[in-house]
């Protein structure tokens, strides 16, 4: 099976716009969750979408949202950004259906905001 | 909510070296992933281990959740295994991972 995949892979914009991002789980995968890394604060959770529905959500402001598809492909939208927001996004993907489980991750979006 | 530590923070091998990274967190869970975050920056899957002893190669982690903590054992290291190592548990319904800081690894030739 195809793993995780994620685009655009690197992505450079600047305060004040917006940016979209892709994650295609793997196939029959239902499950998908958003990540942020920074230096920082480490790995944090964003949100969690499962047929076409959030099913969980994490501590980050409205500027950050997420949305499913019927194919299970997400994306995940950061409006107005800001120099805080460059980070690297990661999705995972698991079935979603048997409670917690082994999550697989996808290669990463490195997103620079200048 | 739950905390996840990791240690040690930093690790410098020598290659062939044996190591410990432990993963402590507060609640119990039932579930605990450990990562290896290659240079590139992806997750890779190491192990899926709620509990007891998994072995895959030269590296195996146990996990005692009654004492609320895991460890991973690399043996042999070599110098692809270099990178930052995370453990992750679950919170709440669903799919929320809480991870830990990490272990940087370093493996020297």
């Known amino acids: 099976k195809a793993g995780v995949t994620q685009t655009p892979r690197y992505l450079i914009k600047t305060r004040g716009q917006q940016v979209t991002l892709s994650c295609s789980p793997i196939s029959g995968h239902r499950s998908v969750s958003w990540y942020q890394q920074t230096p920082g604060q480490g790995l944090q959770f964003l949100f969690e979408y499962f047929s076409e529905t959030q099913r969980n959500k994490g501590n980050f402001p409205g500027r950050f949202s997420g949305r499913q598809f019927s194919n299970s492909r997400s994306e995940m939208n950061v409006s107005t950004l800001e120099l805080g927001d460059s980070a690297l996004y990661l999705c995972?993907?698991?079935?979603?259906?048997?409670?917690?489980?082994?999550?697989?991750f996808g290669p990463g979006t490195r997103l620079l905001v200048l | 909510g739950i905390q996840v530590e990791q240690s040690p923070p930093d690790l410098i091998l020598q290659e062939g070296a044996n190591s410990t990274l432990r993963c402590n967190f507060s609640d119990s869970v039932n579930n605990l992933q450990w990562f290896h975050q290659n240079p590139w920056g992806q997750l890779i899957n190491l192990f899926y281990?709620?509990?007891g002893t998994k072995q895959n190669g030269r590296l195996s982690a146990t996990t005692v959740a009654t004492e609320r903590y895991s460890l991973l054992y690399i043996s042999s290291s070599q110098t692809t295994d270099s990178g930052v190592y995370f453990c992750a548990v679950p919170l709440e319904y669903g799919n929320k991972l809480v991870f830990g800081a990490g272990t940087i690894l370093r493996v020297k030739s």
């Open positions: 995972a993907s698991s079935t979603g259906t048997s409670g917690p489980e082994t999550q697989y």
């Open positions: 281990i709620p509990s």
